[in-house]
């Protein structure tokens, strides 16, 4: 067993764990749960920048009892996962397309070869890009992908087109391994007052205590080349033949109250994209999957109304409505405070 457990985030029941080979030996770490009473398929859980298998076990339990079985693995360069670089802390990648060829693999290697169909995608921020870029290749496979705060764009507040400009530079001058400006705390967890993730404490502590007690597993700023590889296939997907071939179903969901993201560049993909919807959820913080109940599980009960076909609305783009399950809906907590986080 290669997963890592902390007094507050215990294994998830049946999980088991493992290596994958990727080209020049490079190894990458996975995930699998599968439950021995069939269900309804597949959960590919694909994890955002600088994240790990063990910041989802929470995750990965909820999928279980909804009786999915689930699949999950770090990206190269992060978590369990070979680094990339001499310094283990640099978020770095060249292109895109490295994680594209990680995905396709695990798909045809572990995915398909130990999971039961059907298969669904769950994606968090980059593993939403990295979705959109793989689906060409994985598209026989995969019948629904629910995209959380997916990265399509930056935060209005950020000059994303001088972002890439700076970064096309320092590549340019041999500098892509080295560190992008202006990135000196981005994807470490310092504390929890102004952090711009989560509006829930106990989640963010947890995955602090994660980070403290295996900081093999924790990658910080990205490098030149990271970001330059990000804003390239930031272009590449909006690009109007990419998205007029795409025939997955796709569900996008927004955090209301996202400081990194930009929820205008969400919301106009679902528009545009064939097949394409978008749900927001009002007051959300970056990390749909770590953030207060009250919105958490808005976004879990979106997925799957959706990968079960349970979504009012048919109509690609439009906000979206979700059947009613009998479920307990989120409520405060127990000060009678309902947390509505602020842009920080």
Same mark, same amino acid.
């Given at each position: 067993?290669?997963?890592? %457990?902390?007094?507050?985030?215990?294994?998830?029941?049946?999980?088991?764990?493992?290596?994958?080979?990727?080209?020049?030996?490079?190894?990458?770490?996975?995930?699998?749960?599968?439950?021995?009473?069939?269900?309804?398929?597949?959960?590919?859980?694909?994890?955002?920048?600088?994240?790990?298998?063990?910041?989802?076990?929470?995750?990965?339990? *909820?999928?279980?009892?909804?009786?999915?079985?689930?699949?999950?693995? *770090?990206?190269?360069?992060?978590?369990?996962?070979?680094?990339?670089?001499? *310094?283990?802390?640099?978020?770095?990648?060249?292109?895109?397309?490295?994680? %594209?060829?990680?995905?396709? !693999?695990?798909?045809?290697? %572990?995915?398909?070869?130990?999971?039961?169909? +059907?298969? /669904?995608?769950?994606?968090?921020?980059?593993?939403?890009?990295?979705?959109?870029?793989?689906?060409?290749?994985?598209?026989?496979?995969?019948?629904?992908?629910?995209?959380?705060?997916?990265?399509?764009? !930056?935060?209005?507040?950020?000059?994303?087109?001088?972002?890439?400009?700076?970064?096309?530079?320092?590549?340019?001058?041999?500098?892509?391994? #080295?560190? /992008?400006?202006?990135?000196?705390?981005?994807?470490?967890?310092?504390? /929890?007052?102004?952090?711009?993730?989560?509006? *829930? #404490?106990?989640? /963010?502590?947890?995955?602090?205590?994660?980070?403290?007690?295996?900081?093999?597993?924790?990658?910080?700023? &990205?490098?030149?080349?990271?970001?330059?590889?990000?804003?390239?296939?930031?272009?590449?997907?909006?690009?109007?033949?990419?998205?007029?071939?795409?025939?997955?179903?796709?569900?996008?969901?927004?955090?209301?109250?996202?400081?990194?993201?930009?929820?205008?560049?969400?919301?106009?993909?679902?528009?545009?994209?064939?097949?394409?919807?978008?749900? %927001?959820?009002?007051?959300?913080?970056?990390?749909?999957?770590?953030?207060?109940?009250?919105?958490?599980?808005?976004?879990?009960?979106?997925?799957?109304?959706?990968?079960?076909? #349970?979504?009012?609305?048919?109509? +690609?783009?439009?906000?979206?409505?979700?059947? &009613?399950?009998?479920?307990?809906?989120?409520?405060?907590?127990?000060?009678?405070?309902?947390?509505?986080?602020?842009?920080?």
């Amino acid at each position: 067993m290669t997963l890592r %457990v902390t007094e507050d985030n215990p294994l998830p029941e049946g999980i088991i764990s493992g290596y994958l080979t990727a080209k020049k030996g490079l190894k990458l770490r996975y995930a699998l749960l599968s439950r021995e009473e069939p269900g309804p398929g597949t959960v590919v859980l694909l994890q955002g920048r600088c994240e790990a298998i063990e910041k989802y076990f929470e995750t990965i339990g *909820d999928l279980r009892a909804m009786g999915f079985d689930c699949a999950t693995l *770090d990206w190269r360069g992060q978590g369990g996962s070979d680094r990339m670089l001499r *310094d283990r802390m640099a978020a770095h990648v060249r292109s895109f397309d490295h994680y %594209v060829e990680d995905l396709t !693999l695990f798909f045809n290697e %572990v995915v398909l070869q130990s999971c039961r169909p +059907p298969y /669904f995608i769950l994606a968090h921020s980059m593993g939403g890009l990295v979705t959109l870029l793989a689906l060409p290749q994985l598209a026989q496979h995969v019948r629904r992908a629910v995209l959380l705060a997916p990265l399509l764009g !930056l935060n209005e507040a950020i000059d994303q087109k001088w972002i890439g400009k700076i970064a096309s530079l320092l590549c340019g001058l041999g500098l892509g391994s #080295r560190y /992008f400006p202006q990135t000196r705390h981005r994807g470490r967890l310092t504390a /929890f007052e102004g952090n711009r993730v989560t509006s *829930d #404490r106990r989640r /963010f502590e947890r995955n602090r205590a994660i980070e403290l007690t295996f900081p093999e597993l924790t990658v910080g700023r &990205p490098t030149a080349a990271w970001v330059q590889a990000a804003c390239d296939a930031i272009k590449r997907v909006h690009e109007t033949g990419f998205m007029a071939a795409n025939r997955t179903p796709l569900l996008l969901v927004a955090a209301g109250s996202d400081a990194m993201i930009s929820n205008d560049a969400i919301e106009d993909y679902a528009r545009r994209i064939r097949s394409g919807h978008c749900l %927001v959820v009002d007051g959300a913080r970056h990390e749909l999957l770590q953030e207060s109940d009250i919105y958490r599980e808005q976004a879990l009960a979106a997925f799957r109304a959706f990968v079960t076909g #349970r979504m009012t609305s048919e109509e +690609p783009g439009e906000a979206e409505t979700i059947e &009613p399950e009998r479920t307990e809906t989120a409520k405060p907590d127990e000060n009678g405070e309902r947390s509505e986080p602020g842009v920080t």
